[in-house]
């Protein structure tokens, strides 16, 4: 049996370039596939996943009640083109998946200019790009294209053909569950439904099967447990089949939008002062570079769900720029371009710092409370000596001891010490190791 890494060797031993790399290359093997909340693309989507983890992939009917939701009818596209009167098409979903609104019900007609631009979408601001829109819980019909295209258009007729089934069928999510030395979770959920768009999307699905191949080779104290889902109706489906395990959730991140080149966002939960808003709020503004924490809103992805009030579940979101706050959000500019591996490879590198910070943060009890335990008969003062930070281990044990009296966690002391965390939890151990803390 292979020994297990601890989290900060694992730390310590990443290659942020390889990974994102590894990332990259994940997201760009599954961006040509047409997802939606429901039907073969997603299926395609979480098998790809399944070669790298074994998430297994739930089914749920069609029809099913889920709290105030039902589980759709599932989508299936095959082709759609807008043609000219000669038969050439002037839009194809073969070209660009964005072009067909999501979930449209099939048609086939003829139709002049004016009622085809009824049921054409673009995006005047942005005249050359292809905009993602979708129509889920309404039947409807549409097309997306370039407004610049659009505008070019003949007053003429047109034929249209949107060849998709919506049928019975059902609802799928992957997940996978870690087992920790505890039995409390963290939750780690992404959504999969986009169709062609990288980092709202993509790269999420990416960053948290990579996080979970890397967390399997390490010891872990808390359970871990992955969701790849559709957005919205597939956290709801979650919970709906799940509610009784929900109380282990100790912590929880929503994962999206990693891969562009902008500063980390996070988003607290509805609580605000749950402990993975504070661990994820000390590690975005400890580091040298900029970030930005968010107080909870009812908007977003799918923590708007985990943090319904019948749940108020510490879930929060860690992205770098949020959704729809990039000018490429849900629109064919949202590509393999914009995201970039070594952004891919430093949101990876925080997500593991939160997630070890969490996994270290814990109380402790000084055993000799009463006076300061004497350090130098315990060889601690000779361990410092010629150590380059020895003033600040120094420091470190000196808040531990004091701090450490059952009710005040390692990220408290860093942050009333301002010793860095990672030298807190190394002196601790240290304390333990001497019997002093424990
Ligand atoms: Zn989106």
Redesign the pocket.
Known sequence: MSELLEFTDLRARLNCDEVGRQMYDLAAGLFPICRSITGDGLRQTLKVIQRHIPIEIHEVPSGTIVFDWTVPNEWNIRDAWIADRSGSRIIDFRQNNLHVVNYSVPIRKRLGLEELKAHVHTMPDHPHWIPYRTSYYRENWGFCMAHAEAAQLADTEYDVCIDSTLQPGHLNYGEYFLAGDSTDEVLLSCHAC?PSLAN??LSGIALMTLLAQHLQQIRRRYSYRFLFIP?TIGSITWLARNEALVDRIRAGLVVACVGDRGPFHYKKSRRGDAEIDRVATYCLTSGSKPSRILEFSPYGYDERQYCSPGFNLPVGSLTRTP?GKFPEY?SSADNLDYIQPLHLGSSFEMYLRVLGTLEANRCYVNRFPKAEPQLGKRGLYRQMGGLPDAGAREMAMLWLLNLSDGTHDLLEIAERSDVPFDTLESTAKLLVEHGLLA
């Open positions: 986009h709202d999307n957005g959704h849900h």
